[in-house]
Nanobody, 123 residues
Framework: VQLQAFGGGLVQAGDSLRLSCAAS????????MGWFRQAPGKEREFVAA????????YYADSLKGRFTISRDNAKNTVYLQMNSLKPEDTAVYFC?????????????????WGQGTEVTVSS
């Protein structure tokens, strides 16, 4: 499975941004999909995950209400809509695929990772 994330960029605080992650080489609707992020000098952290059908979503508590994850299985794509962005959201954002569906908040549960897309939020 190959994952390619895109949509990052430089935005101002309060702006919105939508990240996309396109998957190829596998059966997309068999994977739980997740987004993680890693800020400079910090460990990678969970952002959001979505079930295979898209009917269940999981969020980091600190991001709930501002970020929305969704997926389009017909397009083999998962999205992360980010609203009211803050400087502390600055990070490289990674999408990942979880074949087993276990522990969607844990990065070790994910089998495949994209290359990341950088988001910078200026104050």
């Amino acid at each position: 499975v190959q994952l390619q994330a895109f949509g990052g960029g430089l935005v101002q605080a309060g702006d919105s941004l939508r990240l996309s992650c396109a998957a190829s080489g596998g059966t997309f609707n068999s994977y739980v999909m997740g987004w993680f992020r890693q800020a400079p000098g910090k460990e990678r952290e969970f952002v959001a995950a979505i079930s295979r059908s898209g009917n269940l979503a999981y969020y980091a508590d600190s991001l709930k209400g501002r970020f929305t994850i969704s997926r389009d299985n017909a397009k083999n794509t998962v999205y992360l809509q980010m609203n009211s962005l803050k400087p502390e959201d600055t990070a490289v954002y990674f999408c990942a695929a979880n074949l087993g569906g276990w522990s969607p908040r844990t990065d070790r549960s994910y089998n495949y990772w994209g290359q990341g897309t950088e988001v910078t939020v200026s104050s």
